[in-house]
């Protein structure tokens, strides 16, 4: 059996040794389920170093795209503290 270390970014980010029966080039088995190599939030890992390395990549992309949710906001903010009544004029259009 081989270890492999599964790095988790769900609710909880985790990195998980994990026992792996058998592995491919795109699956590993463990306790005799195939599971993919990396699948979507699941990632299986050589080595722990590049587990954590990913998951700080993710981590920081995760936080680079609120930096920018965050500028949008603040922009949306500001345009809508400058906006100003209409002004009305009650003679414009009746004859």
């Known amino acids: 059996m081989n270890i492999k270390y599964l790095a988790r970014d769900w609710y909880s980010t985790t990195i998980e040794v994990v026992e792996v029966e058998r592995?491919?080039?795109?699956?590993?088995w463990v306790n005799g389920s195939r599971r993919k190599r990396s699948g979507g939030r699941d990632r299986y890992f050589d080595e722990w170093k590049d587990a954590h390395e990913w998951l700080i990549?993710?981590?920081q992309r995760k936080l680079d795209d609120a930096k920018v949710a965050l500028q949008r906001a603040q922009g949306r903010m500001g345009n809508i503290k400058g906006m100003k009544p209409p002004e009305l004029n009650p003679t414009k259009g009746t004859n």
Do not use: Q
Not at 23 to 28: A, F, I, K, Q, R
């Open 57 to 59: 990549e993710l981590a």
């Open 23 to 28: 592995e491919t080039e795109s699956s590993v």
